[in-house]
């Protein structure tokens, strides 16, 4: 018999059978794992197995690369967090489904498992959760071997004044060092690499450097498109940016 138990962020719980489902967790030490879960999708399950929430995960079957059943208590109810703010549920959302395809089964993922759980419970203020997700997808970049460098300029070594970055060596660029290349320079928003505050322009730029890695690097990768729920959550966060613009 093998199992395992561990804590766990329900990515999806698709209906299977009668009454049953079959849940995909993200896991801290064994990864991205699924599972059938019986009664996951009847009345009492369907709390339980929703998407983003953080669960005591149990998985066991007799072999195993059996897909094994997976049962659960909740620790944390994101998905009641973001309910009554349709943005934060757009963000779990794109999270959950960004996870599920970035990540290949069984591969431990510690740092972005956490930086996901972090993410979860900022889901009760829309506006530190948006900023939130951003960070949380250069960890999770970062731990699939694209990581970012914010840190000093890949030009003149400065660590001040960066503005920008490489769409090609994902290294951040000052702006006094960006030159003819500027248009071609993906913008590299403050709050990413200082304690600044984040309007939601700044976010927007923060989805397409992010986007533009994951895209690239990662979808592409396996011929697949990004999720459309992160198009959604950008979109959202467009329509935001296009508002406060029109207020000013």
Same mark, same amino acid.
């Given at each position: 018999?093998?199992?395992?138990?561990?804590?766990?962020?329900?990515?999806?719980? %698709?209906?299977?059978?009668?009454?049953?489902?079959?849940?995909?967790?993200?896991?801290?030490?064994?990864?991205?794992?699924?599972?059938?879960?019986?009664?996951?999708?009847?009345?009492?399950?369907?709390?339980?197995?929703?998407?983003?929430?953080?669960?005591?995960?149990?998985?066991?079957?007799?072999?195993?690369?059996?897909?094994?059943?997976?049962?659960?208590?909740?620790?944390?109810?994101?998905?009641?967090?973001?309910?009554?703010?349709?943005?934060?549920?757009?963000?779990?959302?794109?999270?959950?489904?960004?996870?599920?395809?970035?990540?290949?089964?069984?591969?431990?993922?510690?740092?972005?498992?956490?930086?996901?759980?972090?993410?979860? %419970?900022?889901?009760?203020?829309?506006?530190?959760?948006?900023?939130?997700?951003?960070?949380?997808?250069?960890?999770?970049?970062?731990?699939?071997?694209?990581?970012?460098?914010?840190?000093?300029?890949?030009?003149?070594?400065?660590?001040?004044?960066?503005?920008?970055?490489?769409?090609?060596?994902?290294?951040?660029?000052?702006?006094?060092?960006?030159?003819?290349?500027?248009?071609?320079?993906?913008?590299?928003?403050?709050?990413?690499?200082?304690?600044?505050?984040?309007?939601?322009?700044?976010?927007?730029?923060?989805?397409?450097?992010?986007?533009?890695?994951?895209?690239?690097?990662?979808?592409?990768?396996?011929?697949?498109?990004?999720?459309?729920? %992160?198009? %959604?959550?950008?979109?959202?966060?467009?329509?935001?940016?296009?508002?406060?613009?029109?207020?000013?």
């Amino acid at each position: 018999m093998e199992s395992w138990e561990d804590e766990a962020v329900v990515l999806s719980a %698709r209906p299977h059978g009668e009454g049953h489902a079959i849940a995909t967790v993200f896991t801290r030490a064994f990864g991205v794992r699924r599972g059938l879960v019986y009664g996951g999708a009847g009345r009492r399950g369907r709390a339980t197995w929703q998407p983003g929430n953080l669960l005591a995960a149990r998985w066991q079957a007799r072999l195993a690369d059996q897909l094994g059943r997976l049962e659960g208590e909740v620790v944390y109810a994101a998905s009641a967090a973001a309910l009554e703010d349709p943005l934060a549920l757009t963000v779990l959302a794109s999270a959950c489904a960004v996870a599920e395809a970035a990540l290949a089964e069984a591969e431990p993922h510690p740092r972005a498992h956490a930086a996901l759980v972090a993410l979860l %419970r900022h889901l009760d203020s829309s506006a530190k959760a948006v900023a939130e997700y951003v960070r949380w997808e250069i960890v999770l970049l970062s731990e699939l071997g694209y990581g970012l460098d914010l840190s000093v300029c890949a030009v003149t070594g400065a660590r001040d004044g960066l503005a920008y970055v490489s769409p090609r060596t994902g290294r951040a660029v000052a702006a006094a060092a960006a030159g003819p290349w500027r248009e071609r320079l993906l913008v590299l928003p403050k709050f990413l690499i200082e304690d600044a505050e984040a309007a939601a322009s700044d976010v927007v730029a923060g989805l397409r450097l992010t986007g533009h890695f994951l895209a690239r690097n990662v979808f592409e990768a396996v011929h697949r498109p990004p999720p459309p729920a %992160r198009e %959604r959550l950008v979109a959202a966060i467009e329509a935001r940016a296009a508002l406060a613009a029109d207020l000013v």
